[in-house]
């Protein structure tokens, strides 16, 4: 399984990013799909999941602002980030899971300066 992110860049306060991820295979096959960031100096924190039916959950911190969804034509896992704040500056991580296991892409990065 590979999971491609991309989408980071410098945004300014207020403003909005769209992250997507490319995952190899059907988006549709994997049991869900989740975000996931690291602010620096910080641990690694959930942000939110989509299951399937789309049964979807966000962290307080984002819940309103963000918005994750799956788009089966392009396969890819998406973040549509709005009104951000200097405190969503974080390398932003994509996860899937199948069955057990947990897949990982590679992070990208945004910054959001105020």
């Known amino acids: 399984v590979l999971l491609q992110a991309y989408g980071g860049g410098l945004v300014q306060a207020g403003g909005f990013r769209r992250l997507s991820c490319a995952v190899s295979?059907?988006?549709?096959?994997?049991?869900?799909g989740a975000w996931f960031r690291q602010a620096p100096e910080k641990s690694r924190e959930w942000v939110a999941t989509i299951r399937p039916g789309g049964n979807i959950d966000y962290a307080d911190s984002v819940k309103g602002r963000f918005t994750i969804s799956k788009d089966g034509g392009k396969n890819t896992l998406n973040l549509q980030m709005n009104t951000l704040k200097p405190e969503d500056t974080a390398v932003y991580y994509c996860?899937?899971?199948?069955?057990?296991?947990?897949?990982w892409g590679q992070g990208t990065e945004v910054t959001v300066s105020s």
């Open positions: 295979g059907n988006i549709f096959t994997y049991n869900a």
């Open positions: 996860r899937v899971t199948k069955g057990v296991r947990n897949y």
